[in-house]
């Protein structure tokens, strides 16, 4: 088990959860930073080129989703290859960051043959284990009696589907932990713009799951993901995981609560950040939170972290600084927009870079820091416009900003 650790999880992404080492990092604040932003996701709505005019044939369809699922021996598993926001996966004790996935190697003889599938495509077709599950794929997969557990998880964890939902949710209840597992990793994907009470019981189930994995993600949907959706029922559970057995499942219940900047993660931050070692989602939590008594600690961890890891550290730092973000940071902010963001040089782009990070976890700071920077650019005309169209005003405008203006 290391002793530092992070996780963000994504399906894509690998974790960055590492032991710490001798790297001594005191006194930097974050260097350049580009969050991970996953990739547009492009679900197959629709069946692929070549099998159209199977369209009317209901095997044909059936065949069709099986032909969705990626293909036999291909498919990673849904941490080794990894949201967010970041995005990082929630991880086990036993390899911190990467959670123990679903078996990703199909039944024999429940999915079709790679080479009847391009069969069925015709040339120049799509790959198989190019192509995500949909609603469709999950619904024949959970027909066919031949469907082994692992191979519906796999399904689940890949899913995007908006469609999806309303299979997925009595999933949650499913007696196999990787297909619960993979349900609570799902939920947020598929979601889309449905009420989010039905999701929200279903995950607060999983987060009290007797599987550490389970209970992991259930808190990672719930505490980051959803962090937009604040609820008492939602705090409650976080609280009930923060004396936790597993690490990761513990470490992400209280970054959760903090990011919806509940009172009482304040005092279980000063019991973990007191300790010799710490975990960078902890570290994560303590800037989300923000509280100032909470600086002097971070500077105590400074040392010891990855490079991509640092970044985060040094934002917490800033983000608890009881005298501000810091003048370099809103000096470097507004000589970003006279210098005609967002088409400056890279090197100009450093603060948007450190700006960016700091948003991860703590949005509501975004008025602050916009109306600093607004007030530099008094009298500069252009500037100031590019900043009010900018993402950062966009998010102190959802804040409360009242300079913001909506461009539609």
Known sequence: MSDLSSSRPVPDEPPD???????????????????????????????????DGLALNPLAEVIADLADLH?????????????PGSASAPGSASAPG??????????????????????????????????????RTIAALLD?????PAELADAVAWCYDDAALPLLLPLAAHPDPGVRRAVAQALPSVLGEAIPDETVRALLA??????????????????????????????????ARLDDPHDDTRCEALLGLARRRDARALPVLHERLSRDN??????????????????????????????????????????TDPDGVGDDLLDGLADWFRAGAPHATDEDRYWWSVTLQLMEHAEYRAPEIAEQVHYRLQYAEPATTLMLASRLSQLAGDHGWPRWRPSY
């Open 98 to 135: 990467s959670a123990s996935a679903p078996d990703a190697t199909p039944a024999s003889g429940s999915a079709l043959p790679d080479e009847l599938i391009a069969d069925l495509r015709g040339p120049g077709s799509v790959p198989p284990d190019e192509l995500e599950p949909t609603a």
């Open 206 to 239: 999983l987060s009290a799951d007797p599987d550490d994995d389970v209970r992991d993600w259930a808190c990672f949907a719930l505490g980051t993901q959803l962090s937009e959706v604040d609820d008492p029922a939602i705090r409650d559970a976080l609280v």
């Open 71 to 83: 293909g036999p021996g291909s498919v990673p598993a849904p941490d080794s290859a990894p949201a």
């Open 278 to 319: 710490v975990y960078s989602l902890e570290i994560d939590a303590a800037g989300a939170l923000g509280h100032a008594s909470l600086h002097t600690l971070i500077r105590g961890h400074l040392a010891g972290w990855d490079d991509d890891v640092v970044a985060r550290v040094c934002a917490a730092l800033r983000l």
């Open 144 to 148: 066919a009696p031949a469907t082994s």
């Open 17 to 51: 959860r590492r032991p710490s080492g001798p790297a001594d990092v005191s006194g930097l604040y974050p260097r350049a930073w580009e969050p991970y932003v996953p990739a547009a996701r492009e679900p197959g709505e629709s069946l692929p080129d070549g099998l």
